[in-house]
């Protein structure tokens, strides 16, 4: 159920719905709207009676959601949910087009800071690479660890780049709400409820990754274990599903971001390089990812893709990704959004408050 406040509610009332609400052992998710506060209520087993909110001062109405997921959904929330960051003037879900990129995994201190200087240049803003890497072997590389954690924070500090690293399991959650500014959560942890709840209770943003074979309806449950847990800044993002097609990795449903789109206001990515798994489709798919009005891309991008430790195939060598940067902005611009531009001397572009060289 949801208690929408009226335009002119207080602060005052607005708490006092909540207290209301906690009083009977409910949670009170209080969402500020452009217009207007709603406030989720979550947590009663049975149906809750309308009439014992709706006379409460300030309230304009109760309404039942209709759909499984509340918190995520347009119902509590109609305007877009924008995600922001402290000392940054970088958005997730705002007008600005996200560009997240970097390596898949992050391999040493030359490589990290090898990439994050391209892509600085370039233009993107947030810098990924995986310090915990979830491999189909376990012979494979599965990522520094804490080392990876520390030099992605060099990173940041070097090139003003803010962090999205990915988080496999309770232990490194706690690590990467502690070093990063964005905490991804894999397509392969999209249902490890336990994972999403601690998630929920971290203090950085959450980047999902749709499940391979995730439904909408599957998806979006997922961002509310999130939410429901307090945690309101969920990003999501389409990675691809799997199907009988074997030309790419994982077959891009572009589909999905308008239609999550309708139903939530939660800012959604779109992950060409995993979806295609092959570099010379990375740009294509960029480009329409842009198009169909997703909030933003997270493309790997190697300095040497070649030699690279993990998913080296789908890597884009930087020169290509500047030539991807330069036609995304294009297409952004025709839909009244903009890509931040390239920036010629990233080492100058630091937090507000960090200290100079
Ligand atoms: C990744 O982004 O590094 C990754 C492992 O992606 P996914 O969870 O979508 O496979
Ligand atoms: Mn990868």
Request: aromatic content about 6%; glycine content about 14%; proline content about 7%.
């Given at each position: 159920m949801l208690v929408v406040m009226k335009a002119n509610a207080s602060e005052e009332q607005v708490r006092a719905v909540c207290q209301k609400i906690e009083s009977f052992g409910y949670r009170a998710h209080s969402m500020p709207g452009a217009t207007r506060t709603a406030i989720g209520i979550t947590g009663n087993r049975g149906e809750l009676e309308p009439g014992t909110f709706e006379e409460?001062?300030?309230?304009q109405e109760v309404i039942r959601v209709s759909?499984?997921?509340?918190?995520?959904?347009r119902e509590l929330k109609e305007d877009d949910t924008i995600i922001r960051f402290p000392d940054s003037d970088a958005t997730i879900g705002g007008t600005e087009v996200a560009v997240i990129a970097g390596p898949?995994?992050?391999?040493s201190r030359e490589q990290a800071f090898a990439a994050g200087e391209r892509v600085a240049k370039a233009g993107a803003r947030f810098f990924r690479g995986g310090a915990y890497k979830p491999r189909t072997s376990p012979y494979a590389f599965q990522g520094l660890g804490e080392l990876g954690l520390q030099i992605l924070a060099e990173v940041r500090e070097r090139f003003g780049l803010l962090i999205v690293t990915e988080a496999v399991d309770h232990e490194s959650l706690a690590l990467v709400d502690q070093y990063a500014d964005v905490i991804q959560i894999g397509a392969r942890n999209m249902q490890n409820f336990s994972l999403l709840k601690r998630a929920g209770r971290a203090s950085k943003p959450v980047l999902l990754k749709r499940g391979m074979s995730a439904t909408l309806e599957e998806f979006l449950m997922a961002a509310e274990y999130i939410m429901s847990e307090g945690n309101y800044n969920v990003v999501l993002c389409e990675r691809g599903v799997r199907t009988f097609a074997d030309h790419t990795r994982n077959t891009l449903d572009l589909s999905l971001v308008p239609a999550v789109q309708r139903l939530s206001h939660l800012p959604i990515l779109v992950d060409p390089s995993h979806s295609t798994g092959k570099r010379n489709k990375v740009t294509p798919l960029s480009r329409a990812a842009v198009a169909v009005g997703a909030d933003g891309l997270i493309i790997e991008v190697h300095p040497d893709p070649d030699n690279a430790l993990s998913d080296g195939n789908q890597s884009l060598y930087p020169d290509q990704f500047d030539s991807l940067m330069v036609e995304v902005r294009q297409i952004a611009q025709v839909l009244g959004r903009s890509i931040a531009d390239p920036v010629a001397n990233p080492k100058a572009r630091r937090h507000a408050g960090a200290a100079a060289d």
């Open positions: 409460l001062v300030g309230v759909k499984p997921y509340k918190l995520v959904s898949c995994g992050v391999e």
